[in-house]
């Protein structure tokens, strides 16, 4: 299954847009890019996901390019309670054994 | 929105002695999960379960054994804990809908072990 390249932090002022990259160069055409969040030591929360088109949900917008091979999260207006590790996983049918990586911790500045 | 219920939320335990985390989910979903995950660290596949009478070991080896006789619950046993198995334990559910089905996970046990 494809793996994800994350960087391991941002920083992101409050209020501002909060841009996300991840990158997927090896991800096969039946793959979903997910994104995932985890505030301090909770379960990780889901945020969204989609196989080839833009998605976008009361939580955030997912753009993806063209050819696949990355993608960004986008939450628009970051509050502090966005302070997490996101994680950009990818998974097809028949694959349970989902990669979740390190992340990118993202700190919300006041 | 999927309810995932883990019990207990943090466990202090002895060496040697079995415990059972308990996971359950109200949605129905087929697919469940168990991972583990270290301080500050990545997530880790220790078990996880098609359907009923079905389980499956993970990416990480664990000393640990699941059960799935009902759908809605999927427990996970320790016969004798180790401070090693000091770690917390995730547990996550899906629909069975190929890819297009996203995890919704419990907020965890944190297990120490003395």
């Known amino acids: 299954d494809a793996k994800t390249t994350q960087p391991p932090s941002m920083d992101c002022a409050e209020g501002r847009a909060a841009n996300l990259p991840c990158n997927h160069s090896?991800?096969?055409?039946?793959?979903?890019v997910y994104w995932y969040r985890q505030i301090h030591s909770q379960g990780p929360q889901y945020i969204i996901h989609?196989?080839?088109n833009n998605e976008t949900n009361e939580m955030a917008s997912l753009i993806i390019t063209e050819d696949r091979k990355s993608s960004t999260l986008i939450l628009p207006h970051a509050t502090l309670r966005d302070t997490a590790v996101y994680y950009c996983?990818?998974?097809?049918?028949?694959?349970?054994?989902?990669?979740f990586g390190t992340g990118t911790r993202l700190t919300i500045i006041p | 929105e999927a309810d995932i219920y883990q019990t207990p939320r943090y466990l202090v335990i002895g060496t040697g002695k079995k415990i059972t985390l308990e996971c359950s989910q109200t949605?129905?979903?087929?697919?469940m999960y168990w991972y583990q995950q270290d301080p500050g660290m990545e997530l880790h596949l220790i078990h996880y379960?098609?359907?009923?009478?079905?389980?499956e070991k993970g990416d990480l080896s664990s000393e640990s054994t699941v059960s799935r006789i009902r759908t809605e619950h999927f427990p996970l046993t320790l016969e004798s804990a180790r401070p090693s198995h000091t770690s917390q334990y995730l547990c996550?559910?899906?629909?069975?809908?190929?890819?297009?089905?996203?995890?919704?996970f419990g907020n965890g046990t944190r297990l120490t072990v003395t």
């Open positions: 996983i990818v998974s097809a049918f028949g694959n349970e054994k989902l990669t």
């Open positions: 090896t991800i096969s055409g039946n793959e979903y």
């Open positions: 989609g196989l080839k």
């Open positions: 949605m129905g979903h087929d697919k």
């Open positions: 996550a559910s899906s629909e069975d809908l190929g890819g297009n089905s996203p995890l919704h």
């Open positions: 379960s098609y359907g009923v009478n079905s389980t």
